[in-house]
Structure formats: C-alpha cells, structure tokens
C-alpha cells in the first residue's frame, strides 16, 4: 500500500517563509512527475507547482518567484519551498505523485494523494 504523508504546514505571518515535506513509502516502484496542488476555502483545487523525474519544473503564475519545488536525493521525498508569503497562498496544500506500485498481480500506476496540509498566512 502506498502512502503520501505531508508535513510542514502552519500558521505564517505575511513575508513569511515555509517548508512543506511530502514522503512517499510503501511498495513504491519508480515515481514520475510530482505535484503541490492548494485548495482555498469555496475555491477549486488548483496545480502550484510540478517537477519532473529530469527535474525540469513548472509553476503556477501567482508562485512564480517565490516558491520552489524539488525532490529528494531518494526521489521519493518532495519539498516546496515557499517564501515571501501572502494571505493569498493560505489554502490546504496536497502532494500528487504519479506512481508505478507492486501489486498482486504485477505492476500498476496511479496517481496518490496526501492527506493535506494547512497554511495559514497572517496579514
């Protein structure tokens, strides 16, 4: 059974900086691209950061600058970086990571989900 655990997230006065963990264990067979997604309260989940298995990345315009995303030496841990924070980020932010699994009858590939974190940032 694959896990994706979170950790990091609090409460932040505006300018602020975080670091938000996200490890993934269990029958973990390789791991392709990984995302950060936030959801807001009343507002639709939306895609903040990714990073490739190359590393390349890719960010959502209102990060751009001050958030990075980034992998662990084992691949299997993701990070965002985020500094210089605003009351705007304040949302509940989830790990996504794409992923090749041991099963019963072989190899599968889903996407996982975290259970959530929650920013809060201050004005």
């Known amino acids: 059974q694959v896990q994706l655990v979170e950790s990091g997230g609090g409460l932040v006065q505006a300018g602020g900086s975080l670091r938000l963990s996200c490890a993934a264990s269990?029958?973990?067979?390789?791991?392709?691209?990984m995302r950060w997604y936030r959801q807001a309260p009343g507002k639709q989940r939306e895609l903040v950061a990714v990073?490739?298995?190359?590393?390349?990345?890719n960010y959502a315009d209102s990060v751009k600058g001050r958030f990075t995303i980034s992998r662990g030496d084992a691949k299997n841990t993701l990070y965002l970086q985020m500094n210089s924070l605003k009351p705007e980020d304040t949302a509940v932010y989830y790990c996504?990571?794409?992923?090749?699994?041991?099963?019963?009858w072989g190899t599968g590939r889903r996407d996982y989900w975290g259970q959530g974190t929650q920013v809060t940032v201050s004005s």
């Open positions: 990073i490739t298995p190359d590393s390349s990345t």
């Open positions: 269990g029958s973990i067979i390789s791991i392709a691209s």
């Open positions: 996504n990571a794409e992923i090749t699994e041991a099963t019963a």
